[in-house]
């Protein structure tokens, strides 16, 4: 069974960086699509950022455009969310998702497996 762990998550103040981990285990992850999404209290689950398996092709929210950066270590199975530059409306639990696909897509549907998640909460 295909599992992923989230982990990193805490509180930051405003300006300061965090770095989320996923690990993940039970599936050929090397070949899988891997993104994170986030979920604030009230709103709707939103992506952030994508990595391909293919060429490491990356795809990310214009929200944070310039601020994240999505990589991935395949001999480690683990895909990484580095966060700078953030921001009190960056506070969200934060999911690493896979996805059997060949492009760093924005659409949580096409992600087949999910972690439980970690808060990120950013004090102004």
């Known amino acids: 069974q295909a599992q992923l762990v989230e982990s990193g998550g805490g509180l930051v103040q405003t300006g300061g960086s965090l770095r989320l981990s996923c690990a993940a285990s039970g599936g050929t992850f090397s070949r899988y699509t891997m993104g994170w999404f986030r979920q604030a209290p009230g709103k709707e689950r939103e992506f952030v950022a994508a990595?391909?398996?293919?060429?490491?092709?990356?795809n990310y929210a214009d929200s944070v455009k310039g601020r994240f950066t999505i990589s991935r270590d395949n001999a480690k199975n683990q895909v990484y969310l580095q966060m700078n530059s953030l921001k009190p409306e960056d506070t969200a639990v934060y999911y690493c998702a896979g996805g059997r696909k060949t492009i760093a897509t924005r659409d949580r549907n096409a992600y087949d497996y999910w972690g439980q998640g970690t808060q990120v909460t950013v004090s102004s």
């Open positions: 990595i391909s398996w293919i060429l490491d092709s990356t």
